[in-house]
């Protein structure tokens, strides 16, 4: 069974930085595609970063240079570091991951992960 455990959010200040973390339990987990997706209130689910199951890593165009995706497989562990946090931030963050071959065309398509954390929220005050 697939289960993601998401941790590190908080709250901060802009220009403050959280490093979130989220735990899988994958037998494969190095061929899975994972990515960090986020939700604010009235607004959609939208994609943060994910790496591929290639192992390229996306970023949508907003966090570029603030933040980093990376995987230490020997933990099983995504993590997104954030850094330069802005208020636009602010939102619910979740861990997805999907299984080849079912590695998505389009990364931040989030309709296209099958396994979802919980969620970890992130507030940025101004």
């Known amino acids: 069974q697939v289960r993601l455990v998401e941790s590190g959010g908080g709250s901060v200040q802009t220009g403050g930085s959280l490093r979130l973390s989220c735990a899988a339990s994958l037998f494969t987990y190095r061929k899975f595609a994972m990515g960090w997706f986020r939700e604010a209130p009235g607004k959609t689910r939208e994609g943060v970063a994910a790496v591929e199951c290639d192992g390229g890593t996306r970023y949508r165009d907003s966090v570029k240079g603030r933040f980093t995706i990376s995987k230490d497989s020997s933990k099983n562990t995504l993590y997104l570091q954030m850094n330069s946090l802005e208020p636009e931030d602010t939102a619910m963050y979740y861990c997805?991951?999907?299984?080849?071959?079912?590695?998505?065309?389009?990364?931040?398509?989030?309709?296209?992960?099958?396994?979802w954390g919980q969620g970890t929220q992130v507030t940025v005050s101004s």
């Open positions: 997805a991951a999907v299984r080849p071959p079912n590695c998505p065309t389009w990364w931040y398509v989030w309709g296209d992960y099958d396994y």
